[in-house]
């Protein structure tokens, strides 16, 4: 289970609240960062969404504390805390050391460290795939 450290801070209108220069990061129970989310820009569309402009997430080692596991970055997503989710229609760009993957219409879940894309898809692997036609 992971918990929301790191509140929102937005200004309060009469429109619904938004944020420049927006930073949210998941914690486990124990402590330790698994993931952050960035964006130059936040709308917050109700309790449980976050819709962001220059989404960057940044996702973390589950073994080895502050160690970069994994980039996401997209123009524009929704990110949806309480489930562990981001998604977004536009483009999203997957950064590893072992592969790179572009698309669109994609949902990235935190909890199962899986990403779905559904149109445009381009994988790029960096790495040996040794017996692959065999």
Do not use: C
């Not at 790191?6 to 914690?27: D, R």
């Not at 402590?31 to 917050?44: D, E, K, L, P």
């Not at 483009?91 to 592969?99: A, N, T």
């Amino acid at each position: 289970m992971l918990a929301v450290v790191a509140p929102i801070t937005a200004a309060v209108g009469p429109a619904s609240p938004s944020a420049k220069n927006w930073v949210q990061s998941l914690f486990t129970k124990a402590g330790r960062r698994t993931m952050t989310a960035r964006g130059s820009a936040a709308h917050i569309a109700s309790e449980h969404q976050i819709d962001v402009v220059d989404l960057n997430l940044t996702v973390f080692s589950s073994t080895i504390p502050n160690q970069i596991e994994t980039i996401i970055l997209s123009p524009a997503a929704t990110f949806l805390p309480n489930d562990n989710l981001a998604r977004g229609e536009k483009s999203m760009r997957f950064i590893r050391d072992d592969l790179e993957a572009t698309g669109t219409r994609w949902v990235y879940d935190h909890g199962r460290k899986k990403v779905s894309l559904d149109g445009r898809v381009r994988i790029v692997i960096n790495a040996q795939l040794k017996d692959l036609l065999k």
